[in-house]
């Protein structure tokens, strides 16, 4: 049987290396605010990741990391298993929420067949899920992803009230059309997406 709304995926990777995934993306986000603090960087450059998420506005984000594509497609053997789907990887994303924060009801593109949300530490944060007009929530304890039809699916996350809590979301494509989001290869930053 396919996938058809969400399944949820226990401990998928372990305790050891969400922690050093949640470290490393931490890193990235202070990496992140000297670069452009010491004009290292331009304001505004994505390259590196950002804080100016179009979804979550000051969270820091970023789009391709090679150690979150690595993740990519470490996971894919299991994702093609648990979804019954043949799968292609498309891109990962990562994002550091902190308090206050809020990530709005949508759905994915069109790289985004089936989606994931792979908590990898900080404070518990439910993400919920629409369906049939009726809110469901999931609490994911870190090493635990939630696999779901991001482009039928609305979903979303209400107000953070943690002090942080990071998330790596790996997205898959169910045809051989658009494989590393139109990127020559994995761990390439948004300029190398071909439209």
Known sequence: M?????????????????????????????????????????????????????QVPGAFSIYGDPAFDILLEKVLPIMCKETNIKLI???????????????????????????????????SWPIYFLIKEKKVEINLKPGDMIAYRGKKILHGRDVFKGRYCNQVFLHYNDTRKGIYDNRVHLGLPTPFVKK
């Open 89 to 123: 990887p498309t891109y990962s994303y990562a994002r550091s929420y902190s308090t206050g924060q809020e990530l709005k009801k949508h759905i994915d593109r069109t790289a985004c067949d089936i989606s994931t949300t792979l908590n990898i530490g900080g404070d």
């Open 2 to 54: 396919k996938l058809t709304n969400y399944k949820v995926i226990k401990e998928i990777i372990s305790q050891e290396l969400c922690e050093f995934l949640s470290n490393y993306l931490s890193l990235k986000k202070e990496v992140y605010k000297t670069m452009v603090k010491t004009s290292y960087i331009p304001l505004g450059s994505r390259d590196f990741g950002t804080l100016d998420d179009r």
